[in-house]
DNA sequence: CGTTATACCTCGTGTCACATAGTATGTCCC
DNA sequence: GGGACATACTATGTGACACGAGGTATAACG
């Protein structure tokens, strides 16, 4: 499913930080990644991943380190999260639950995976 | 709780119409609504509230009208939400859920309103 | 009559999503 | 070996938006 973006405003990141908490990963992989694991929902172009993952750098959440593919031998830039992307993604998470709490208080979303009816 | 505006963004507009949903109100009812209903999680200031709602009526998805108060009598402008805004409402809350649900396949969210042990 | 609460409006700044475009290199197949 | 395709990162410009700060006006209350 394709949401509109204005939506997601405030979910990449999160969701981005979530996916490095399992391990490093690369620009192009996450942008598969975010793709597949979420049926399209947090997929995002290249134009709009590159930034985030810069942004985070540069607020030293995710560390980017150069290294060669082991399978094909091309560079790729590798993010890792830092320990204060930890701590920002566990604060994040917890922010994230509360606005899904309040959204499910007003009756938007239902907690159980069921669009509420209108 | 209060949480970072980045995070709230694309939220708003479907909280809004969400309440509208319940019937009519005016912009500083809505501010105090949205505050006092999520614990502060959806709080908005009026700078924020008011241009979002000049441009939920400027795409037609609301609808202003200048009344009386009937307890005070002073000039407010009350809010509908259109048919037009039912079916955004309605479209929205779909993909909010989506976005719920991503969220939660990939860890940042449960469904059950507990936070991921990072 | 001054303070507070109510109620709406505006401007400027900073941030961000994204489309578009560009660069470069590795793989595959003929 | 060369053209097509996938991989992989970078740069730029536009438009939208959240929000702080500031402004106006009126009713209620002591």
New binding site residues.
């Given amino acids: 499913m394709r949401i509109e973006?204005?939506l997601?405003?405030?979910a990449?990141?999160v969701a981005v930080l979530k996916l490095l908490e399992r391990g490093e990963m690369?620009?192009?992989?996450l942008v598969e990644s975010l793709s597949q694991q979420s049926d399209g929902v947090l997929a995002?172009?290249?134009?709009?991943l590159?930034?985030?993952l810069?942004?985070l750098e540069a607020k030293g959440l995710i560390a980017g380190s150069w290294r060669e593919?082991p399978e094909?031998?091309?560079?790729?830039?590798y993010y890792a999260l830092t320990g204060k992307g930890k701590k920002r993604l566990a604060s994040d998470a917890k922010q994230w639950q509360a606005l899904v709490n309040a959204m499910s208080v007003i009756g938007v979303v239902s907690r159980d995976g069921k669009r509420s009816v209108a």
Same sequence: chains 1, 2.
């Fill in positions: 973006r204005e997601m405003r405030g990449g990141p690369y620009g192009y992989e995002m172009g290249q134009s709009t590159y930034p985030l810069y942004n593919a094909t031998g091309r560079a790729r830039k």
